[in-house]
């Protein structure tokens, strides 16, 4: 079996067997790493989409991020599906550091993505509000940027979801679209 296969087998049986035993995380980690199913720190990439799954987050303090965008690639993705404690996690591992200029943030995944209730597929379990209010509040303690992209995201959310983007603008308010040339500066030739 490939080693790449190896740990996002790992990733998906650590999840069934937190589901399925009364295992803990430790146990259930090394029986998995007794049979060579450790997911591996090279293969990051390679299952970055399972990311929220609690199969993959007991194995987050195992991993180490060598590589910047790999770590960047997981914080966003778990602002994405709204996994605020795999992002805190992750997050006082390795703080990582965003290029607002050059590089998408967690909150512009945030704001992307935003709904009042996130359901994790793969699990079971449907995690109400108590995440967006963690992302909502880590956004406004560390004094969230307002960029471009920012406005874009907000911008697509007040066309789609209208519900999420009321919910968006009463947290940040400064996000607010009033016409659409505020938001994008493009000028054409």
């Given at each position: 079996?490939?080693?790449?296969?190896?740990?996002?087998?790992?990733?998906?049986?650590?999840?069934?067997?937190?589901?399925?035993?009364?295992?803990?995380?430790?146990?259930?980690m090394m029986r998995l790493s007794n049979?060579?199913?450790?997911?591996?720190s090279k293969h990051i990439a390679s299952?970055?989409?399972?990311?929220?799954?609690?199969?993959?987050?007991?194995?987050?303090?195992?991993?180490?991020?060598?590589?910047?965008?790999?770590?960047?690639?997981?914080?966003?993705?778990?602002?994405?599906?709204?996994?605020?404690?795999?992002?805190?996690?992750?997050?006082?591992?390795?703080?990582?550091?965003?290029?607002?200029?050059?590089?998408?943030?967690?909150?512009?995944?945030?704001?992307?993505?935003?709904?009042?209730?996130?359901?994790?597929?793969?699990?079971?379990?449907?995690?109400?509000?108590?995440?967006?209010?963690?992302?909502?509040?880590?956004?406004?303690?560390?004094?969230?940027?307002?960029?471009?992209?920012?406005?874009?995201?907000?911008?697509?959310?007040?066309?789609?979801?209208?519900?999420?983007?009321?919910?968006?603008?009463?947290?940040?308010?400064?996000?607010?679209?009033?016409?659409?040339?505020?938001?994008?500066?493009?000028?054409?030739?």
């Open positions: 079996m490939l080693p790449e296969v190896k740990s996002i087998l790992g990733i998906i049986l650590a999840r069934d067997y937190l589901q399925a035993t009364s295992l803990n995380e430790q146990e259930i049979v060579g199913l450790k997911p591996s299952f970055s989409g399972l990311a929220s799954l609690k199969g993959f987050t007991m194995w987050l303090e195992t991993l180490s991020f060598d590589e910047p965008k790999d770590a960047k690639a997981l914080l966003n993705e778990f602002a994405s599906k709204g996994a605020y404690k795999a992002f805190s996690d992750l997050n006082s591992m390795v703080g990582a550091e965003f290029d607002l200029e050059t590089e998408l943030d967690p909150f512009y995944f945030f704001i992307k993505n935003y709904s009042s209730m996130t359901l994790h597929f793969g699990d079971i379990n449907a995690y109400e509000q108590k995440d967006n209010a963690a992302f909502i509040n880590y956004f406004k303690v560390s004094g969230v940027k307002i960029k471009p992209q920012h406005r874009r995201a907000i911008f697509k959310r007040k066309i789609s979801e209208q519900d999420a983007y009321k919910a968006l603008i009463s947290h940040f308010p400064e996000l607010k679209v009033e016409n659409v040339d505020e938001f994008f500066s493009l000028s054409c030739l």
